[in-house]
Structure formats: C-alpha cells, structure tokens
C-alpha cells in the first residue's frame, strides 16, 4: 500500500535507519545494501510515489533535493565525482514506491548502466 512503505516507515521514525541528513523537506540515510562505497538514499517527506508523479508545484522540492546531494556529497568527500540514480516503476528498477535519489560515490561507474 502506499501510505504503507518501508520509506514512510522511516521519515515517522518507526523504524531505524542511519540518517545522515534532515530538515523539513527532506532525509537523506544510508542504503540498507549500499552498492557503492558511499550509497546514500535522499526523500522527500511528502509522498510522491515515482518520478513520474512529478509536477509543477514540486520544482522547488526537486531543486532542494539536489542542493542536499551535493552538499551531501561534499560532506561525504566525493570530489572524484558521483552518481545520482532515480529508478522509476517497475521497468526502471524502482523497489520502494517513494521517490528517492540514489547518491552513489567511492568508485568508478560504468556506462551504459545495467
Ligand atoms: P529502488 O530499487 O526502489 O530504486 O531502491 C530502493 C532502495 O532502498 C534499495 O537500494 C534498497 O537497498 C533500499 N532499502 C530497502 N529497504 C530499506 C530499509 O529498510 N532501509 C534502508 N536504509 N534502505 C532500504
């Protein structure tokens, strides 16, 4: 269910996670099977199930988010560069039905992704 997932479960504090930033608009925590050397997921607090959902009135939101990645990234010493990831639905490999950025550092990329 929507209002039901492990993300929502974490921005009430009803489950643990390594959170390493949060303000009013936002939380940024460790992933649970980090697939980097630094793998940092950053949400939003409202619900907005995928990128897809996106609309106008969140533009601000969405720029916030990445002002926390790259500050995040900064704090995280991620000056050889990063990755930002954004799975959406099933067929992009989207898991938790909550938009997240995925900041991903400490070693190389490969392109084209898998
Ligand atoms: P998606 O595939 O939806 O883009 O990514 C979901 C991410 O959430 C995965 O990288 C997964 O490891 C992470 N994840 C799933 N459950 C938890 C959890 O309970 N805690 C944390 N910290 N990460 C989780």
Redesign the pocket.
Known sequence: MLQDN?FLK?IAKQ?P??ILYEDERCLA?????P?APT?V?IIPRKVIATHADITAVDSELIGHLHVVAVQLAEQLQLEEGYRI?I?CKDGG????PHL?F?LLGGRRFAWPPG
């Open positions: 492990i974490i489950i996670a390594d925590f460790r992933d649970i099977k697939q793998h997921l990831v799975n490999g989207q898991v938790v997240h995925h």
